[in-house]
């Protein structure tokens, strides 16, 4: 490979790291959104907005917020989950003014369904890290945390 002419160096860090990130992500979210929509009638956003709601009642801004998505991407999802019948919108006991997403039965074998397509979509590309998943995994959960240092907010 030859130099590239502006000094680039792409097999340097940060850049290799970013370059790896995209490349996997990609190739990962294309072969499970292709799954998920063949299979299910979901795409990848609809299938984390359903897992997130199945673990217990949420609200739409709650959903944006751990998800880190605009609302308007939230509440796009979540006309496809309720139109087909996966989740419902229903008011919060003690405040009439808050409304809960609550999976239904449907929206319940719907996820289990695409969750075993998940995990033969992604199962492969799992087993290439072997031993190494855990620690992977914790590598990408650990760059979510917000650096506490005054020069991350600078």
Do not use: K
């Not at 002419?5 to 290799?16: A, S």
């Not at 509440?75 to 809960?100: F, I, K, N, S």
Request: no cysteine; glycine share 6%.
């Amino acid at each position: 490979m030859s130099p590239d002419p502006h000094g680039l160096d792409l097999t340097r860090q940060p850049l290799r790291f970013l370059a790896a990130y995209w490349t996997a992500w990609q190739g990962l979210s294309g072969q499970v959104q292709a799954a998920l929509e063949r299979e299910h009638g979901l795409n990848l956003r609809a299938f984390l907005i359903l897992s997130h709601v199945q673990a217990g009642p949420l609200t739409p801004s709650d959903l944006a917020r751990s998800l880190d998505l605009p609302r308007y991407e939230v509440a796009r999802a979540l006309r496809q989950l309720q139109d087909a019948g996966a989740l419902t919108h229903e008011p919060q006991p003690g405040d009439a003014r808050r409304r809960a997403l609550h999976v239904t039965p449907a929206g319940q074998q719907l996820w289990h369904a695409a969750m075993q397509t998940l995990q033969r979509a992604t199962q492969p590309a799992l087993n290439r890290l072997g031993p190494h998943l855990n620690a992977v995994t914790a590598g990408l959960e650990a760059l979510t945390i917000p650096d506490p240092t005054p020069e991350a907010t600078a």
